[in-house]
């Protein structure tokens, strides 16, 4: 299966980088999630919702919370995407590793999971494309607040 991995240098320390992916108001903050239920703790629920209207809720990511260290690694399992044009996709993984790195903390974060398919496709193209530029919204966000 194919995945998805990306890494950056942020200026902040490993437990706030952990504390943006598990933090309702700093995922609004960085990644524009409308709404979440972040239970930090395994076995815990993972969701978040973007793009709610008057019709419904746009998207949708969803997973078992699988380790949840507050200062280094955050992982989701069971992780399935709902989108309004495409088949539901899942499951996945989404694994967040903060390191010290000098001053800084080193970020990887790798989506994994992605099976064949035409929605499959479209959806490992959009995760390649999107998650430098989140990432990098990640480290504005963290650097500036």
Same mark, same amino acid.
């Given at each position: 299966?194919?995945?998805?991995e ?24 960085w ?39 507050? !200062? ?6 069971d992780?399935v995407?709902f989108?309004p044009g !495409? ?53 504005e ?5």
């Open positions: 299966m194919r995945m998805v990306n890494s950056i240098e942020i200026a902040t320390n490993p437990g706030q980088v952990i504390k943006a992916f598990t933090e309702p108001e700093m995922l609004q903050g990644w524009g999630v409308e709404r979440a239920l972040v239970e930090k703790r395994p076995g815990g629920l993972y969701s978040l919702i973007w793009n709610i209207s008057d019709h419904g809720m746009g998207n949708v990511k969803t997973g078992i919370v699988r380790q949840c260290e507050p !200062h280094g690694l955050f992982e989701v399992s992780l995407y989108h !495409h088949s539901i996709m899942g499951p996945m993984t989404l694994r967040v590793i903060a390191k010290v790195k000098d001053s800084k903390t080193l970020l990887n974060i790798t989506q994994s999971g992605f099976h064949d398919g035409s929605d499959w496709d479209w959806y490992h193209a959009e995760a390649t494309e999107a998650w430098p530029k989140a990432i990098q919204k990640l480290k966000f963290l650097e500036t607040t």
